[in-house]
């Protein structure tokens, strides 16, 4: 008021006249009041609208370098090499504790449910999603942190000067599980059922969900048992294995009443069926398969659009001067079963010890699921209609190697006069940033859209969050553990037959490493792996810092896996002597930078509570093994 006072005054001392009493009483035109909001529809979405921006996400096509952090793929750029030169992670790396998300959630339940100028139905919806968001925010911290304070209500400091009425203990793990299952299936009848939905909460996002969050807590009571170190006396970590199985006949029941639902089905538009599952990432238009999704759109100036594809194409057709920046791993690769259900690593050389040769550098991937190449770009593959240029140089006769440093560079080869090409323009070279120093680049939620690799636009492909085939393994892995591997194995069958392997999977062919396997194939670069082998509790074995070779037991679920190894292509050279002049071999390859071997330790398990949290709340205990 004194403000308005002063300016009253100013206008006044310059002799501008005004109806005193319509000047101060008059609305502000660049806010809203509170009660404003809560009487349009509009504005009360806009909120929740923000809700939904802030959902945490540790792993997205907004932080490519997050998927190079273990085995799934080589950081190929000079300013996150340090991740393949390092073995220990932080206590506090994918660590989450955000209560302030929460009271502004709280806020706005408590405030919509007051809100009598809102329509019925639509005021029904809002709290409804306010409540599924809430519950995915405490679901990213449980499973980061273990049990957290469950705060359900906002709360206010009476400025007395004793804050201790506002500290919360933790609460145990389940019940941070259970609360979270309980919301969901509170809510699921107020939301809509609309395939066409996606950006927004619906009933087979929440069946979803809850197929996602038991099935963690039932794993973690079972499998927790393997890490008794990883859990403290008053249940704030650990799950007693006894809960298990009704948290997998949760997961389980969740999963089917939503496959039972017609209007969702896996995506099946594509005849080309590699082409098909790299489209289903892509096609926004009836897309039966995806359930919710953070969307993006291609704008001029990149502010609503991701940079997956930027930095991701490959370098000899990047649309800008980017590109090549997470190259997917051998160890993933070998990991896509042959068409006869079997897993094999790649064969380079034969029982005596020689090159095998190849007519195209394909050929050595053929064979194989069709995720494979919906997911890895592999020598010979195409985008955007352009060849790739993979290969690591000329191999002569007595097994020497002629390569360059830089994108196709050229040298004179022996019996030549002029220099020609000796590596692809697309790599690899090691060390050489942007190129596929793996051999390999990335396909999954890459955009064929023009522009979506220059810096002013970048990509409008989504973010998938949910979708089907999850569900499908959702409820194959539930059944296993409940002793149902015929239902299992059905399941899991849907899923494999759009890869184009056709033989059925039968009940005995069902254990934990083929459950592990499907998921880390289907799921690659979607945010899972991590979170399934902390839930497992066999991270700490396969990620245990020695510097081994690569396995020779693809689709083993602890088989270690501490290093990034890649597989390069060389033309063979030899033009005066040999029928495989210009055929291809193969070679496994440890990129030069990657020194170090990841190790995941006991203490990982669950992130660190920072000492400024216990400080400010003595109620809080820290976590295990910190």
């Known amino acids: 008021m004194k403000k308005i006072l002063y300016i009253a005054i100013i206008f006044a001392a310059l002799g501008w006249g005004c109806d005193d009493e319509s000047f101060l009483n008059k609305e502000p035109k660049n806010i809203l009041l509170e009660s404003q909001i809560w009487e349009d529809e509009s504005t009360v979405l806009s909120i929740v609208a923000d809700l939904y921006v802030r959902f945490p996400e540790f792993q997205t096509v907004n932080r490519w370098q997050e998927f190079t ?3 799934e793929a080589f950081a190929s750029s000079n300013g996150d090499y340090w991740r393949h030169k390092f073995s220990d992670y932080s206590y506090g790396s994918w660590g989450m504790w955000d209560y302030e998300l929460i009271r502004h959630v709280n806020l706005f339940i408590e405030k919509c449910s007051l809100a009598d100028e809102l329509l019925l139905p639509s005021k029904t919806r809002f709290l409804a999603e306010a409540r599924l968001l809430r519950a995915a925010y405490y679901f990213e911290m449980v499973k980061r942190m273990g049990g957290v304070p469950l705060i359900v209500e906002s709360m206010q400091y009476d400025f007395s000067g004793d804050p201790t009425y506002l500290q919360h203990p933790r609460a145990k793990e ?10 969901l299936e509170d809510v699921k009848s107020d939301l809509p059922n609309d395939v066409n939905i996606k950006s927004r909460a619906t009933q087979a996002l929440d069946l979803a969900m809850q197929s996602r969050v038991a099935l963690y807590a039932a794993s973690i009571a079972k499998y927790g048992q393997n890490t008794p170190t990883v859990s403290l006396p008053g249940e704030e970590v650990g799950i007693p294995a006894q809960m298990a199985d009704t948290y997998y006949k949760k997961a389980l029941d969740a999963a089917e009443e939503l496959l039972l639902e017609d209007s969702y089905s896996l995506y099946e538009k594509k005849e080309n069926l590699s082409d098909n599952f790299a489209k289903l990432f892509q096609d926004k238009a009836n897309n039966p398969e995806v359930i919710f999704v953070k969307d993006f759109l291609q704008s001029e100036d990149g502010a609503i659009s991701n940079p997956w594809t930027l930095v991701n194409q490959p370098w000899s057709g990047a649309e800008d001067l980017e590109g090549g920046r997470l190259n997917p791993s051998l160890n993933l690769v070998q990991s896509f079963e042959k068409l006869d259900n079997t897993y094999e690593t790649f064969q380079t050389v034969d029982d005596a010890g020689d090159y095998i040769f190849y007519d195209n550098p394909g050929d050595i991937f053929a064979g194989r699921d069709a995720r494979l190449e919906g997911t890895v770009m592999i020598p010979g593959s195409k985008f955007k209609g352009k060849d790739l240029d993979i290969w690591a140089g000329f191999m002569l ?3 020497s190697v002629i390569s360059g440093a830089y994108f196709g560079d050229s040298k004179l080869l022996p019996g030549k006069s002029v220099e020609e090409q000796v590596v692809g323009y697309d790599g690899p070279i090691d060390s050489r940033e942007y190129s596929a120093q793996t051999g390999f680049y990335v396909r999954k939620h890459m955009d064929e859209a023009t522009g979506s690799g220059q810096r002013g636009l970048k990509s409008s492909t989504w973010w998938v969050r949910y979708r089907l085939a999850e569900v499908y393994l959702n409820a194959a892995e539930a059944a296993f553990e409940l002793g149902q591997p015929a239902k299992a194995a059905a399941h ?6 759009r890869a184009g392997l056709t033989i059925p999977l039968v009940a005995s062919d069902i254990n934990f490493d083929r459950i592990f396997n499907e998921r880390r194939v289907e799921l690659a670069f979607e945010g899972h792996q991590l979170w399934d082998m902390k839930r497992w509790r066999i991270a700490h074995k396969v990620w ?12 083993k679920a602890d088989a270690v896996q501490t290093r990034v190894f890649g597989l390069w292509p060389y033309k063979y050279y030899d033009p005066a002597g040999s029928e495989n002049n210009g055929k291809y071999v193969f070679v496994e390859k440890l990129p030069a930078e990657v020194t170090q071997a990841h190790r995941f330790r006991l203490g990982n398990y669950y992130s660190e509570i920072g000492d400024g949290i216990i400080n400010r ?3 809080i205990i820290k976590n295990p093994n910190h």
Do not use: C, S, W
């Open 397 to 399: 006769a007595d097994g």
């Open 174 to 183: 389940h019940e941070v599980y259970d609360f979270i299952l309980a919301e």
């Open 544 to 555: 245990n810092g020695e510097k081994q070779e690569l396995t020779n037991d693809p689709g």
């Open 492 to 497: 899991m069958n849907v899923v494999r037959k």
């Open 617 to 619: 709340n003595p109620l």
């Open 69 to 71: 952090n273990f085995d």
